[in-house]
């Protein structure tokens, strides 16, 4: 039986490698549309390592109309798109706060405008907890209100999700979607093919922590420990990468069975939070290795504690977690390890 071909845009990056891995596995024919901008071909090689078949992977910017529907006319029966590239990096975006809605916003308008074009009709887009805000109330559910976006790339999710959400409802609208909220999306795939590949210094907790382990930062600095949570220090909702990319193949297949509203969202998170001290100490357990770590100041923008309710994505897409902190942190530090 042929496969069903799904878009991945971004499909070399950290979350797209997973998500391409995935669907494979679950029987779908993922084909790559990567800039390489944040993204290395490395991780092509081990996405096809993992599966032991060649991947389609075209080498284009997203925002580039013309290369795109080269794409989509030399792909043929695409069913539907996962759009995951993006720039992401909030420090970076309060700096070139133009970059950052030229890209995730303008690829997004010529991602919708082709899909139109070609009449592929399902969108499963990469969306965050960021749109939340500062929550008043935890859990956050998906109609917890959305505040105004502290960083220009929080903003650039806020955007995207009402461009999808007005395309869908045009009356003459062939496009179905499913936005997925992501929390903090941790690990690497047990194979260690696949992973995380900062550029230069970190941001992001995680790879910080795994590259002070291996000894190529002196210290993991902790961003302020007088919040007001159990420890001090900020609750985030870590999910590891390989479970948030079989929610990307649940999204996909709700879709094509046309289950559900014509566009949607949905948390993706554990449904559990942790402190980034409780990060610390649990990476110590799953790996025996002490971390060298200092208090430091908070950092600027820094939502004090945020995490998902779960409820909707377990009852109505499906989707549940199954990895612990600990494995998370594990398979990070494999990862780490082969680089
Ligand atoms: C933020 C956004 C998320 C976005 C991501 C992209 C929110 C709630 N989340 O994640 O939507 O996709 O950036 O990068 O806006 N920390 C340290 N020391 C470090 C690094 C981090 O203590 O060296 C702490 C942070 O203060 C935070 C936690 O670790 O409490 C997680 O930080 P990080 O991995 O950067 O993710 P978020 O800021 O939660």
Same mark, same amino acid.
């Given at each position: 039986?042929?496969?069903?071909?799904?878009?991945?845009?971004?499909?070399?990056?950290?979350?797209?490698?997973?998500?391409?891995?995935?669907?494979?596995?679950?029987?779908?024919?993922?084909?790559?549309?990567?800039?390489?901008?944040?993204?290395?071909?490395?991780?092509?090689?081990?996405?096809?390592?993992?599966?032991?078949?060649?991947?389609?992977?075209?080498?284009?910017?997203?925002?580039?109309?013309?290369?795109?529907?080269?794409?989509?006319?030399?792909?043929?029966?695409?069913?539907?798109?996962?759009?995951?590239?993006?720039?992401?990096?909030?420090?970076?975006?309060?700096?070139?706060?133009?970059?950052?809605?030229?890209?995730?916003?303008?690829?997004?308008?010529?991602?919708?405008?082709?899909?139109?074009?070609?009449?592929?009709?399902?969108?499963?887009?990469?969306?965050?907890?960021?749109?939340?805000?500062?929550?008043?109330?935890?859990?956050?559910?998906?109609?917890?209100?959305?505040?105004?976006?502290?960083?220009?790339?929080?903003?650039?999710?806020?955007?995207?999700?009402?461009?999808?959400?007005?395309?869908?409802?045009?009356?003459?609208?062939?496009?179905?979607?499913?936005?997925?909220?992501?929390?903090?999306?941790?690990?690497?795939?047990?194979?260690?093919?696949?992973?995380?590949?900062?550029?230069?210094?970190?941001?992001?907790?995680?790879?910080?922590?795994?590259?002070?382990?291996?000894?190529?930062?002196?210290?993991?600095?902790?961003?302020?420990?007088?919040?007001?949570?159990?420890? &001090? @220090?900020?609750?985030?909702?870590? /999910?590891?990468? $390989?479970?948030? +990319?079989?929610?990307?193949? =649940?999204? #996909?297949?709700?879709?094509?069975?046309?289950?559900?509203?014509?566009?949607?969202?949905?948390?993706? &998170? @554990?449904?559990?939070?942790?402190? /980034?001290?409780? $990060?610390?100490? +649990?990476?110590?357990?799953? =790996?025996? #290795?002490?971390?060298?770590?200092?208090?430091?100041?908070?950092?600027?923008?820094?939502?004090?504690?945020?995490?998902?309710?779960?409820?909707?994505?377990?009852?109505?897409?499906?989707?549940?977690?199954?990895?612990?902190?600990?494995?998370?942190?594990?398979?990070?530090?494999?990862?780490?390890?082969?680089?």
């Amino acid at each position: 039986m042929e496969r069903t071909k799904i878009l991945v845009t971004g499909g070399a990056g950290y979350i797209g490698s997973h998500a391409v891995v995935e669907l494979y596995e679950a029987g779908f024919q993922p084909v790559i549309v990567d800039d390489f901008s944040n993204s290395q071909e490395s991780s092509v090689r081990g996405i096809e390592d993992i599966l032991g078949v060649r991947v389609a992977c075209h080498h284009i910017d997203c925002g580039d109309a013309e290369a795109l529907r080269a794409i989509f006319a030399e792909e043929g029966s695409l069913r539907g798109v996962i759009h995951f590239a993006a720039f992401k990096a909030v420090g970076e975006s309060v700096q070139k706060p133009l970059a950052y809605y030229q890209n995730n916003v303008g690829s997004l308008l010529t991602l919708l405008t082709v899909m139109q074009e070609f009449g592929v009709p399902h969108l499963v887009f990469s969306s965050s907890c960021t749109v939340y805000g500062v929550p008043d109330v935890l859990p956050v559910t998906e109609l917890t209100p959305r505040k105004p976006a502290n960083s220009p790339y929080g903003n650039t999710k806020k955007i995207c999700e009402d461009i999808i959400t007005d395309v869908v409802h045009a009356p003459a609208s062939t496009v179905r979607a499913i936005l997925l909220r992501y929390f903090n999306p941790i690990g690497a795939h047990a194979s260690a093919k696949i992973g995380e590949l900062p550029l230069g210094v970190p941001q992001n907790l995680v790879p910080f922590v795994t590259q002070t382990a291996a000894g190529i930062r002196e210290k993991l600095t902790i961003y302020g420990n007088t919040y007001d949570t159990p420890d &001090g @220090t900020n609750i985030r909702d870590y /999910v590891h990468v $390989v479970d948030l +990319a079989k929610a990307h193949v =649940t999204a #996909v297949q709700r879709l094509l069975d046309g289950a559900g509203e014509a566009v949607e969202t949905f948390n993706v &998170g @554990t449904g559990r939070g942790n402190s /980034v001290l409780e $990060v610390v100490q +649990a990476f110590e357990r799953a =790996t025996g #290795v002490k971390l060298n770590y200092v208090i430091g100041e908070p950092r600027a923008g820094d939502v004090p504690a945020i995490y998902a309710d779960v409820t909707k994505s377990v009852q109505e897409l499906g989707f549940q977690t199954t990895t612990s902190l600990e494995d998370s942190l594990a398979s990070a530090w494999k990862w780490q390890q082969t680089l």
